[in-house]
């Protein structure tokens, strides 16, 4: 039955990830905006061309914010994953993993911690 229920929630999420591709592209154009309006406002010198910038990033800003149904497509990718992960039983986990290792070298401030601890 867990698996009737993984292979429902994988295809409900990849037909709503499938519908906001368009949502999702508007939501990628947007951010690059954002990202262009605060990159350039931080080189820039003049007072106009920071207000210039900072008005672009706004733009770009309210433009991500509006793009309601990009947000829903990104939870659906998030429910593919976890479907995926889940199906292959894998640790579904969202930090980095910890590489372990002999080395000293390439755990030093790790070894260094536990010296002062």
């Known amino acids: 039955m867990k698996k009737f229920g993984l292979v429902v929630l994988g295809f409900i999420a990849g037909i709503v990830a499938l519908v906001n591709l368009g949502p999702l592209l508007g939501l990628a154009v947007s951010a690059l905006i954002v990202f262009a309006g605060v990159h350039f406002y931080l080189k820039s010198d003049s007072t106009f061309l920071k207000i210039f910038w900072a ?22 990718i998030v429910g593919v994953y976890y479907v995926v992960k889940t199906w292959k039983k894998e640790d579904v986990s ?4 910890i590489v372990k290792s002999d080395d000293p070298f390439v ?11």
């Open 94 to 97: 969202f930090s980095s993993s």
């Open 55 to 76: 008005s672009v990033g706004i733009i770009g800003l309210l433009s991500a914010v509006a793009n309601i149904p990009g947000f829903v497509g990104i939870l659906a």
């Open 107 to 117: 755990n030093f401030e790790k070894q260094w911690n536990e010296l002062y601890k």
